[in-house]
């Protein structure tokens, strides 16, 4: 049987999924006509099998058959799980020299306590004794009971200090042994100790093996192509905010990054990237269908009712909704490819790598904003539209102004030419406080069928800063769907006169604040219900 001759195929391109990513290695090999047989190692062991594929790209030949070979092999590892490693074994070892150390500082600490009470107990009883013989205390009594006092308290404190600093060292050496476990479960180690050099570890290796057929002797480029597991990404943003400190010629920089987790066991060196959210796994099914049960039951003679919290849900600029958890990448609905900026290196460590995407630069409209009812603060609000042909995904976002990193957010799903918003934190120098007030239900007239019961939202809002500033406050008033309930705004009792709520009970007041100065903004109205109504 003809040798495999060992060939070099580099990875030379990946297409990353949410739970998969798909592998192309290319390289050129030089044949001598008939049959030729391969092997290319360092290939990852989780490949799927079925997956495998490799063909001639030029030169006249074909691919006759292509297999990959498992094999578990012993390799000593100095990439960065093993540097971790040592890292932690040393801090390790460290960890335990200081706490013996400590531990006889304690042990000292301890015995000069015990040696000042002695002493203190001593002094005391000869004094007692001198007492009964009618002898008066000398001079130096005092001082010295004061010198033992001080000293057994100095004693004690430095055993505390100790016994506190040595539970810590305790707590530190439990965490670096379990993160020493879990980190050995990874990578496989050997009980071998800690020894000097590089740890031993066993991994699973595959080898593809490749039958070429050439009829003439010829240069030809081999592509060997398959998936893996163990990969994913997920996008993830960062927002820098320009400019705008007066509220005019604020630019937002927008740029979307490929956060890529990859353990496939081969490493991705200087490849071309590509994020992909289709999602072939899937399949297609049809929807099941139910039985929808129509049942007749009898008018109630009471209308009840209660109070409840509803989100206001919107696409794109106001959307305010975002799960807790992102299951999966939201794309629209429209499968996406987006290939990264540069060729980038991906090592298989189960590590995030951020690799650039995209960015964006965009004139934003900065607004003062304040919800009271839901804090405090006063936010800087920035509305910008998205160029381009490119969505943003959802996903989280880093935002940065000039003094630096000053929080995370999330966006949902953007489309090209879509008008968003990002919001980058309190504003220090706006204050807002809020309070609420409401009288008892009183019926309206001797025989009156309707219960009234007033409502009084005040507002004060305070601007410690030098500069005259202006904001938008929202309040809101419940909304009635029966119409034996009614909501009204009282204009004589509600800042603007004129101001209305609108559909989602949404009131919006623009507050003018002078330097150092206050404003109160009052919202007054009132909820009555029909004597049919019970509840709420």
Same mark, same amino acid.
């Given at each position: 049987?003809?040798?495999?001759?060992?060939?070099?195929?580099?990875?030379?391109?990946?297409?990353?999924?949410?739970?998969?990513?798909?592998?192309?290695?290319?390289?050129?090999?030089?044949?001598?006509?008939?049959?030729?047989?391969?092997?290319?190692?360092?290939?990852?062991?989780?490949?799927?099998?079925?997956?495998?594929?490799?063909?001639?790209?030029?030169?006249?030949?074909?691919?006759?058959?292509?297999?990959?070979?498992?094999?578990?092999?012993?390799?000593?590892?100095?990439?960065?799980?093993?540097?971790?490693?040592?890292?932690?074994?040393?801090?390790?070892?460290?960890? @335990? !020299?200081?706490?013996?150390? %400590?531990? #006889?500082? =304690?042990?000292? $600490?301890?015995? +000069?306590?015990?040696?000042? &009470? /002695?002493?203190?107990?001593?002094?005391?009883?000869?004094?007692?004794?001198?007492?009964?013989?009618?002898?008066?205390?000398?001079?130096?009594?005092?001082?010295?009971?004061?010198?033992?006092?001080? @000293? !057994?308290?100095?004693?004690? %404190?430095? #055993?505390? =200090?100790?016994? $506190?600093?040595? +539970?810590?060292?305790?707590? &530190? /050496?439990?965490?670096?042994?379990?993160?020493?476990?879990?980190?050995?479960?990874?990578?496989?180690?050997?009980?071998?100790?800690?020894?000097?050099?590089?740890?031993?570890?066993?991994?699973?290796?595959?080898?593809?093996?490749?039958?070429?057929? #050439?009829?003439?002797?010829?240069?030809?480029?081999?592509?060997?192509?398959?998936?893996?597991?163990?990969?994913?990404?997920?996008?993830?943003?960062?927002?820098?905010?320009?400019?705008?400190?007066?509220?005019?010629?604020?630019?937002?920089?927008?740029?979307?990054?490929?956060?890529?987790?990859?353990?496939?066991?081969?490493?991705?060196?200087?490849?071309?990237?590509?994020?992909?959210?289709?999602?072939?796994?899937?399949?297609?099914?049809?929807?099941?269908?139910?039985?929808?049960?129509?049942?007749?039951?009898?008018?109630?003679?009471?209308?009840?009712?209660?109070?409840?919290?509803?989100?206001?849900?919107?696409?794109?600029?106001?959307?305010?909704?975002?799960?807790?958890?992102?299951?999966?990448?939201?794309?629209?609905?429209?499968?996406?490819?987006?290939?990264?900026?540069?060729?980038?290196?991906?090592?298989?460590?189960?590590?995030?790598?951020?690799?650039?995407?995209?960015?964006?630069?965009?004139?934003?409209?900065?607004?003062?904003?304040?919800?009271?009812?839901?804090?405090?603060?006063?936010?800087?609000?920035?509305?910008?539209?998205?160029?381009?042909?490119?969505?943003?995904?959802?996903?989280?976002?880093?935002?940065?102004?000039?003094?630096?990193?000053?929080?995370?957010?999330?966006?949902?799903?953007?489309?090209?030419?879509?008008?968003?918003?990002?919001?980058?934190?309190?504003?220090?120098?706006?204050?807002?406080?809020?309070?609420?007030?409401?009288?008892?239900?009183?019926?309206?007239?001797?025989?009156?069928?309707?219960?009234?019961?007033?409502?009084?939202?005040?507002?004060?809002?305070?601007?410690?800063?030098?500069?005259?500033?202006?904001?938008?406050?929202?309040?809101?008033?419940?909304?009635?769907?029966?119409?034996?309930?009614?909501?009204?705004?009282?204009?004589?009792?509600?800042?603007?006169?004129?101001?209305?709520?609108?559909?989602?009970?949404?009131?919006?007041?623009?507050?003018?604040?002078?330097?150092?100065?206050?404003?109160?903004?009052?919202?007054?109205?009132?909820?009555?219900?029909?004597?049919?109504?019970?509840?709420?």
């Amino acid at each position: 049987m003809t040798e495999r001759r060992p060939v070099s195929l580099p990875v030379s391109s990946v297409t990353v999924l949410e739970d998969r990513a798909h592998v192309v290695r290319r390289g050129r090999v030089r044949l001598q006509g008939g049959l030729a047989r391969f092997a290319v190692p360092g290939d990852a062991p989780v490949l799927a099998d079925k997956t495998l594929a490799a063909r001639a790209v030029a030169g006249g030949a074909r691919v006759t058959d292509v297999r990959a070979v498992r094999s578990v092999v012993e390799v000593a590892d100095d990439g960065p799980t093993a540097r971790l490693g040592r890292e932690l074994d040393a801090r390790y070892d460290a960890l @335990g !020299r200081e706490l013996e150390a %400590l531990s #006889a500082d =304690e042990r000292l $600490a301890t015995a +000069a306590r015990a040696s000042h &009470e /002695r002493l203190l107990a001593l002094t005391l009883g000869e004094l007692a004794v001198d007492s009964a013989w009618g002898r008066a205390p000398s001079d130096e009594a005092a001082p010295a009971l004061a010198e033992l006092r001080a @000293g !057994r308290t100095a004693a004690i %404190l430095c #055993a505390l =200090e100790l016994g $506190a600093r040595r +539970a810590e060292l305790v707590a &530190e /050496r439990d965490r670096l042994r379990e993160r020493l476990s879990r980190l050995r479960a990874v990578g496989g180690e050997r009980a071998r100790g800690r020894g000097e050099g590089a740890p031993l570890f066993e991994r699973e290796a595959a080898t593809l093996e490749l039958d070429v057929h #050439a009829d003439a002797a010829a240069e030809i480029e081999l592509e060997v192509s398959y998936l893996v597991p163990g990969a994913c990404w997920r996008p993830y943003h960062g927002a820098e905010l320009v400019g705008g400190s007066d509220g005019r010629g604020a630019k937002v920089v927008f740029r979307t990054d490929g956060c890529v987790w990859q353990h496939t066991g081969e490493d991705w060196p200087d490849v071309e990237l590509v994020f992909s959210t289709e999602r072939a796994s899937l399949g297609i099914e049809p929807p099941e269908l139910t039985s929808d049960v129509l049942r007749v039951e009898r008018r109630r003679e009471a209308i009840e009712i209660e109070r409840r919290q509803e989100v206001v849900e919107t696409t794109g600029l106001g959307a305010a909704a975002f799960a807790s958890e992102l299951p999966g990448i939201d794309d629209g609905g429209a499968p996406l490819r987006l290939g990264a900026r540069a060729r980038t290196s991906v090592p298989s460590d189960g590590r995030p790598h951020r690799v650039p995407i995209a960015e964006l630069v965009t004139a934003a409209e900065l607004e003062q904003v304040a919800v009271p009812e839901l804090s405090p603060c006063v936010f800087t609000k920035s509305v910008q539209a998205l160029g381009g042909t490119v969505p943003i995904l959802a996903g989280p976002v880093d935002l940065v102004r000039e003094s630096g990193f000053v929080g995370r957010t999330r966006v949902l799903f953007v489309a090209p030419g879509e008008r968003f918003v990002l919001g980058w934190g309190p504003d220090p120098e706006l204050r807002v406080k809020r309070s609420v007030r409401e009288t008892p239900p009183r019926a309206e007239g001797v025989l009156g069928a309707w219960r009234t019961r007033e409502h009084e939202v005040e507002l004060r809002l305070s601007n410690l800063g030098p500069t005259p500033r202006r904001l938008r406050v929202t309040e809101r008033v419940p909304v009635s769907e029966l119409e034996k309930v009614k909501v009204e705004l009282d204009p004589s009792r509600t800042s603007g006169g004129g101001t209305q709520a609108d559909a989602d009970g949404f009131v919006h007041f623009v507050v003018e604040l002078a330097p150092f100065g206050r404003e109160k903004v009052t919202l007054g109205y009132a909820v009555s219900t029909h004597e049919d109504v019970v509840g709420g």
